[in-house]
């Protein structure tokens, strides 16, 4: 199993940025595709950007395509979101999720989740 842990959340003014952070710990973070997703009040989850286990490659929801930037460290066992010029339809709580074989925008595909971070943008 693998654990995850997200930090970096906050209240941000709309145009300002945000680096989320996901911490994991447990079997070999390297082995996993990271993927994260966010969830506004009465709307369902959805998916933003995903890495392979080495980040040689990246893909991100067309939505906010030049807004977010996903990497990762595997020596720091973190993955990031940045995220930037943020809208207040960006409010939601962000969930980075963790799997060994699935790399896409399902989310009951996805094994292991964080508990999330609240991400608030005021206009």
């Known amino acids: 199993q693998v654990q995850l842990v997200e930090s970096g959340g906050g209240l941000v003014q709309a145009g300002g940025s945000l680096r989320l952070a996901c911490a994991a710990s447990?079997?070999?973070?390297?082995?996993?595709?990271v993927g994260w997703f966010r969830q506004a009040p009465g709307k369902e989850r959805e998916f933003l950007a995903a890495i392979t286990q080495r980040g040689g490659s990246t893909y991100v929801a067309d939505f906010v395509k030049g807004r977010a930037t996903i990497s990762r460290d595997n020596a720091e066992n973190t993955v990031h979101l940045q995220m930037n010029s943020l809208k207040p339809e960006d409010t939601a709580v962000y969930f980075c999720?963790?799997?060994?074989?699935?790399?896409?925008?399902?989310?009951?595909?996805?094994?292991?989740w964080g508990q999330g971070t609240q991400v608030t943008v005021s206009s």
């Open positions: 447990g079997r070999t973070f390297s082995n996993y595709y």
């Open positions: 999720a963790a799997d060994q074989l699935y790399l896409g925008s399902t989310v009951s595909e996805w094994d292991y």
